[in-house]
Structures are given as C-alpha cells and as structure tokens.
C-alpha cells in the first residue's frame, strides 16, 4: 500500500498545501501527521497514515500519544468554544473553515484532556461519530469533564444534525 498527500488531500476535499502547511508529509510510501505541544514543538509520537481506510500506525516513540491540534488551542480560546472530534482529519475539516478544534487519538484517549486545555473556553462541541466508538468517545468526555470539574456548556452532535 502507499498513499500520498495529494491523495489524502482529494479524499478529505482539501487542498494539499493547507495539509503541508500542517506539517503533513510523506513518509515511505505513507503520510505522516505530526503532533504539537502547546508551544508548537513537536511531540515525539506522531501518526502514520498508510491507506484512506483505516491504515495507521503510530512512530515508535517513547510517549504515549497527545492530543492533535493543542497549538491551536489559542484560537479556541479566542473564539471561547472548541469541538472535539476523534481523530486528524476532522480537525482539518474545521481548521480549514476556521473552527477551533482538538482531535483525540482514538475513542479511548479522552483521559488525555487535561485541565489546562480548557481554560478560556466556556463551550465544548463534541462530535459522536456513528458507531459503538463514538459513543464511548462522548460518554468518556464527558466523565472526564465532570472528572476535571469542568463549569462550561457542552453538547454533543453528529454530522447528520449539521
């Protein structure tokens, strides 16, 4: 299998330069999407993604993985609100349309919201994706807000509901 930029760009209906300048790139016959820290280093886990199905793997790093867009948590604060969605590619959908947005690696990584990731914002959009998955990823956000004794406003959607 292989997969280029260009091809994951036409799939997800964005432009290649807007997921280069992301970071995105390729990577042995794959793409690699980098994670960033709050302060836009680079984390030392990052995701490859092998094929437009469900071809990833993680970089052997020695930390667990983060989540994917905490640079951009300033533009969530300025806005006052973030979606949270399961995975990259969401995020880029948002991003390039201007949302504020924080991808979590998976349905089960939502302990990996901490509380500093939701100062400044009052109101959380969580996306459910329609499978078992999604709904272990909302239930988990939410416990991890009350967990986190989190104050703010937040509701959950699909994308049917848009």
């Not at 329609?130 to 939410?142: I, L, M, S, Y």
Request: with cysteine; hydrophobic share 30%; proline share 4%.
């Amino acid at each position: 299998m292989s997969l280029s930029i260009e091809e994951l760009a036409e799939d997800k209906g964005l432009p290649p330069d807007f997921l280069k300048g992301l970071g995105v790139r390729e990577y042995d016959d794959s793409v690699l999407i980098p994670y960033f820290d709050e302060e836009g280093n680079q984390a030392d886990r990052h995701r490859i993604r092998t094929d437009l199905e469900d071809g990833f793997r993680w970089t052997s790093g020695s930390k667990e993985p983060i989540l994917y867009g905490l640079k951009y948590l300033d533009h969530a604060r300025e806005e006052g609100y973030c979606v949270f969605v399961e995975g990259e590619t969401d995020c880029w959908s948002c991003w390039y349309s201007s949302i504020p947005a924080l991808g979590f690696p998976g349905a089960n990584t939502y302990d990996k919201l901490q509380e500093q990731h939701l100062e400044g914002v009052e109101t959380l959009l969580v996306h459910r994706e329609p499978d078992q998955g999604g709904n272990e990823f909302v239930q988990g956000v939410k416990e991890r807000l009350v967990d986190l004794e989190w104050t703010g406003y937040v509701s959950t959607f699909t994308a049917k509901e848009l």
